[in-house]
C-alpha cells in the first residue's frame, strides 16, 4: 500500500467536493441568508481545497486493487467528514449528528437527524441534497468523469467502487462511457426538477426533490416528506424514483442505441416483475385491513417504488401500514434497485442469481452427482465464481443486519426485535424509513453501528472488510 498513492487521489476528490461546496455558499448569498450561514460552506470548501493544494504536488499513479479499494472507501469516509461541517455549524448538531447526516447524505441511506427540515437554511438544504446527488452514481464516478487521470487507473477505481458491475464491459472508451452515464443522470434530474414544478412544487423545492428523487436518497425539504405537496406530483415521483432505480448503462443504451435490446434485458424484467407482484400484494393487503379511501393503490404503488429503489420518500408513516406490508417492506429493503443504478440493497440481478442458485442446488438432488448443471443467465453460464462471491455476501449482509439488530437491543431494551431490526436493515440497504418510534434518540453506539452499516452497505461490503483487515497494510507506508 503506499500511502502517496492514496493521498493524491483523496486530495483530488476533496477537490471536487470543496467545488460543490461553494454551490450552496453562492446561493445563500444571493439570497441574503446571514453571514454564519453562506461561511460555514465555505470553511467546509477551503478546507477541503487545502487538503487538495497540500496533496496536489503528488503524483496520480494507477493503483494497485488493493489500493483502489482503500482510496474508494476512505473517500466516502472523509468526504463525509468534510460535509458534515454545514451540518455542525449552521444545523446546530452534535459533531456525531453532523456527520451521521452526512454519510447519510452521501450513501443516499436519507436516515435524518433533522426533525424539521424546513427550520433549516435554503442553502444548507441544497447542500443536503446535493450530498445525496453526488453520491448517487458514486463519488469517484463523478471524479473519473471530471478529472482523465489515465485509462488504468480509471479502470481500477471504477472496478473497486462499482464492484457490482461488470466493469469489463465498460472498459473500451470507460471515461466517455462514464461520462455518458452522468449526463443520462443529470439530464433525467433536469427532466424531473421541471416536472415537479409543473405539477405544483416552488422552483427550489422541485430542485432539491429532483436531486434526491433520481439518487434515490430521500432526503426532503419537508418533515411530511411527499405529503406535503399536491397528489398531482405522486405519479411522477413515482416514475422518477423507478428511473432511479434502474441500471444507468440500461438507460443510456435504450436513450441512444438499442431500445428493443435494452428492455430485454433479464434484470430490468425482474425489477418490473417485483414491482408489480409486490404492489398488489401490498394494494391487497390495504384493502383487507383498513377502511377504503380509493387511493390503496397509489399508496401500495408509491411505497413500494420508495422502499425497493432505497429512495425512502413517503406519503405516510410506513408503520402504519399492516402487518404484512410492513414485512414485504423489509424484502424489499434487501432486494434494492438494479446493479448500475443509484438504488441501496443487495441488487436485483444478485437476488435472481440467487434464486437460480437455490433452485440448481435443489435440481442436483434429483440427479447424478456428475450431472453439470450450470446457473444460466441471459443464455449465458454464470461462473462459479461469481455465484460463490454473491452467496458469501448474502452472509456477510445477514451477518451486518443480526449485528445491527443485536447493538440496537442493547441499547434500546424497550424496542421490539421487529423495530430494532428495521433500523438496521435500513442503514444497510440505504433506505431511510424504518420502525423505530417516532422521536426516539438513538444511543451513540447505535448511531456509530449505523454509520458503519450505512457506509458497508453503498461500498457493498467488500471494499470495506478489506480495508478493516490488518493483512491489507502490511508494509503500510512505502
Not at 441501496?344 to 442436483?364: C, D, P, T, W
Request: hydrophobic share 55%; charged share 10%; with cysteine.
Amino acid at each position: 500500500m503506499r500511502v502517496r498513492v492514496i493521498a493524491a487521489y483523496l486530495g483530488a476528490v476533496l477537490r471536487i467536493v470543496g467545488a460543490t461546496l461553494l454551490v450552496p455558499a453562492l446561493m445563500g448569498a444571493a439570497a441574503g441568508e446571514p453571514w454564519y450561514t453562506v461561511s460555514a460552506h465555505i470553511v467546509a470548501a477551503v478546507l477541503a481545497l487545502l487538503c487538495w493544494t497540500v496533496s496536489r504536488h503528488l503524483v496520480i499513479e494507477a493503483p494497485t486493487v488493493q489500493e483502489a479499494m482503500a482510496v474508494c472507501t476512505l473517500s466516502w469516509v472523509v468526504v463525509s467528514g468534510v460535509g458534515a461541517i454545514p451540518f455542525y455549524l449552521v444545523g446546530h448538531m452534535t459533531p456525531l449528528d453532523a456527520y451521521f447526516e452526512a454519510v447519510s447524505g452521501f450513501t443516499t441511506t436519507g436516515i435524518t437527524m433533522v426533525a424539521d427540515p424546513a427550520a433549516l437554511p435554503a442553502s444548507l438544504l441544497l447542500w443536503r441534497a446535493l450530498t445525496q446527488w453526488l453520491g448517487g452514481l458514486g463519488i469517484l464516478t463523478f471524479f473519473l468523469a471530471v478529472v482523465v487521470p489515465g485509462s488504468s487507473a480509471a479502470f481500477q477505481l471504477f472496478a473497486a467502487e462499482t464492484h457490482k458491475v461488470d466493469a469489463g464491459r465498460l472498459r473500451p472508451g470507460l471515461i466517455s462511457s462514464i461520462q455518458g452515464l452522468w449526463w443520462v443522470y443529470v439530464g433525467l434530474t433536469v427532466a424531473a426538477a421541471v416536472t415537479f414544478a409543473a405539477l405544483g412544487m416552488d422552483p427550489f423545492d422541485a430542485l432539491a426533490h429532483a436531486l434526491t428523487c433520481l439518487s434515490t436518497g430521500g432526503y426532503s425539504t419537508r418533515a411530511a416528506s411527499i405529503a406535503a405537496y399536491p397528489a398531482a406530483v405522486v405519479p411522477a415521483i413515482i416514475l422518477f424514483m423507478a428511473l432511479g432505480g434502474v441500471n444507468f448503462a440500461i438507460i443510456h443504451l435504450a436513450l441512444t442505441k438499442d431500445l428493443r435490446r435494452a428492455l430485454g434485458n433479464y434484470e430490468l424484467k425482474a425489477y418490473v416483475l417485483i414491482i408489480v407482484l409486490t404492489t398488489l400484494l401490498v394494494w391487497s393487503d390495504l384493502r383487507w385491513h383498513t377502511a377504503p379511501t380509493g387511493t390503496e393503490g397509489s399508496e401500495a404503488a408509491f411505497q413500494v417504488v420508495s422502499v425497493l429503489t432505497s429512495t425512502g420518500f413517503a406519503t405516510r408513516d410506513i408503520g402504519t401500514f399492516p402487518a404484512v406490508s410492513r414485512v414485504v417492506f423489509l424484502v424489499l429493503m434487501v432486494i434494492g434497485g438494479c446493479v448500475g443504478s443509484t438504488g441501496g440493497g443487495l441488487k436485483v440481478a444478485r437476488f435472481v442469481l440467487l434464486l437460480k442458485l437455490a433452485r440448481r442446488e435443489l435440481y442436483r438432488l434429483r440427479i447424478p452427482r456428475r450431472a453439470v448443471a450450470p446457473v444460466v443467465v441471459a443464455e449465458k453460464p454464470v461462473p462459479e465464481s461469481a455465484l460463490t462471491r454473491i452467496a458469501g455476501m448474502f452472509v456477510l449482509y445477514l451477518a451486518l443486519l443480526l449485528v445491527g439488530t443485536l447493538v440496537t437491543l442493547a441499547f434500546h431494551g424497550d424496542m421490539g426485535p421487529f423495530e430494532a431490526a428495521s433500523g438496521m436493515f435500513s442503514a444497510l440497504g440505504n433506505i431511510g424509513p424504518w420502525y423505530v418510534p417516532a422521536g426516539t434518540q438513538l444511543h451513540a453506539a447505535v448511531k456509530l453501528t449505523y454509520i458503519f452499516g450505512m457506509l458497508a452497505g453503498r461500498l457493498e461490503i467488500l471494499p470495506l472488510l478489506v480495508l478493516a483487515d490488518p493483512k491489507t497494510w502490511k508494509g503500510f507506508p512505502r
